[in-house]
């Protein structure tokens, strides 16, 4: 069964920063692309950044860019995204997902991040 | 990129058939056929739904069925069910820049 268990959110100050783990089981991690989205309080998606299966390829949404850096390690089979420079409106529900046929397939049940002082 | 139009409520009876738009532009929504949408109910993570346009994922419903035509895709879910009451997601890829947009999302609601 896939499994995708994110942690690491919380409460931070603006202009703090968070590191956000989703570890992975179930499936053949190394070979798929993984997307983080997030899900503001009673807002829609937005898709936030991907990385491919080696970790060379890597895209953000232009409002994260240069503040967001989101990487991968294989051998620990996880996925995390460096949130640096937050802001309010960072404010959300961040959710790792598995990618397949340009989808995310699988995604985990998400942890709350809140910018505020 | 902006987020993919989406009528913010659509409703229907017990048995009906509803569909749901979802429209981009020739840079996304019209230019791949990488369309998927989702259904997320309260307080709980999204669910893949339709992938590739039309494309159901293993263990959902053929009640639901994707399309697209042009710029638009749409969603339909036939024989409605109260278990369908849920928030709907559209989303496509958009290219190497900003790879994926979401639509707005449209509440389904079952009378």
């Known amino acids: 069964e896939v499994q995708l268990v994110e942690s690491g959110g919380g409460l931070v100050q603006p202009g703090g920063s968070l590191r956000l783990s989703c570890a992975a089981s179930g499936f053949t991690f190394s070979s798929h692309w993984m997307n983080w989205v997030r899900q503001a309080p009673g807002k829609g998606l937005e898709w936030v950044a991907n990385i491919n299966q080696d970790g060379s390829r890597k895209h953000y949404v232009d409002s994260v860019k240069g503040r967001f850096t989101i990487s991968r390690d294989s051998a620990k089979n996880s996925l995390y995204l460096q949130l640096n420079s937050l802001r309010a409106e960072d404010t959300a529900v961040y959710y790792c997902?598995?990618?397949?046929?340009?989808?995310?397939?699988?995604w985990g049940q998400g942890t709350l991040v809140t910018v505020s002082s | 990129q902006s987020a993919l139009t989406q009528p913010a409520s659509v409703s229907g009876s017990p048995g009906q058939s509803i569909t749901i738009s979802c429209t981009g532009t020739s840079s996304d929504v019209g230019g791949y056929n990488h369309v998927s949408w989702y259904q997320q109910h309260p307080v709980k993570a999204p669910k893949l739904m339709i992938y590739?346009?039309?494309n159901r994922p293993s263990g959902v419903s053929n009640r639901f069925s994707g399309s697209k035509s042009g710029n638009t895709a749409s969603l339909t879910i036939s024989g409605l069910q109260a278990e369908d009451e849920a928030d709907y997601y559209c989303c496509s890829y958009a290219g190497t820049s900003t790879p994926f947009v979401f639509g707005t999302g449209t509440k389904v609601t079952v009378l």
């Open positions: 590739e346009v039309s």
């Open positions: 997902a598995r990618d397949e046929f340009y989808s995310s397939i699988s």
